[in-house]
């Protein structure tokens, strides 16, 4: 079946402007995740939806970052007044949560946001 | 608060050689993850190792988990030029639900 998908696959912005950032995750999975992986890193988390609400967001950096998921499905993470420092690729992975105890998480494509 | 670290970060190995990977993570976990990621690819998902002396194989890649001693091992044998690659470890801590990666270890198989 589908998998995760991510939408732009790579995005090149102005410092200063606004951009959204879009997740569709695997149908049916109730638990979405957002990470962000600077070059040689290991992805660092952001936000966690279970269903529609936001159950843990203490990965956010500042208030500039935004996610929402108002169905329980799609979700975007928005970030505004981009600084240089936010380039990176932004991951979203989804899992089934409640119906899978192993909680394994699958990542989508990503999103590179380069900010000039 | 939950640390994974791996090593080692960098790995250079002649094909057909055997080698280990390690990962330690500080805090109590029982769910340990295991992922390959290619240049400019997302993370493909290799192992989830859910118990202490769970061990998982699949080709020439071995996995295992110690939650007493909070380690786990990615093992190597005869390595091919195709594992080329860079490998996460990634810790659950409990029901938290978010996934907490090592910095990973850049593998390059030369033939």
């Known amino acids: 079946g589908a998998g995760v998908s991510q939408t732009p696959s790579n995005k090149v912005t102005e410092k200063g402007k606004y951009v959204e950032l879009r997740c569709d995750p695997i149908s049916g999975h109730t638990a979405l995740y957002w990470y962000r992986q600077s070059l040689g890193q290991g992805p660092e988390f952001l936000i966690y939806f279970q269903g529609t609400g936001a159950a843990d967001d203490s990965g956010l950096p500042n208030d500039r970052f935004f996610a929402v998921r108002p169905e329980g499905s799609v979700s975007t993470l928005k970030i505004q007044r981009t600084e240089r420092g936010d380039s990176a690729v932004y991951l979203c992975?989804?899992?089934?949560?409640?119906?899978?105890?192993?909680?394994?998480?699958?990542f989508g494509p990503g999103t590179r946001l380069t900010v000039t | 608060e939950l640390k994974v670290e791996q090593n080692p970060l960098f790995l250079s190995m002649q094909e057909g050689k055997n080698y280990t990977i390690y990962c330690n993570y500080s805090?109590?976990?029982?769910?340990l993850y295991w992922y390959r990621q290619d240049p400019g690819k997302s993370l493909e998902s290799l192992f989830v190792?859910?118990?202490?002396?769970a061990v998982k194989q699949e080709g020439r890649l071995m996995a295992s988990l110690d939650t007493k001693a909070r380690l786990s091992t990615l093992h190597i044998t005869a390595a091919v030029h195709d594992l080329s690659a860079t490998y996460f470890c990634?810790?659950?801590?409990?029901?938290?639900?978010?996934?907490?990666f090592g910095t990973g270890t850049r593998l390059q198989v030369t033939l």
């Open positions: 992975a989804s899992s089934a949560f409640y119906r899978d105890t192993s909680y394994e998480q699958y």
């Open positions: 990634a810790a659950l801590a409990g029901t938290a639900s978010k996934l907490t």
């Open positions: 190792l859910l118990s202490n002396g």
């Open positions: 805090t109590t976990s029982d769910r």
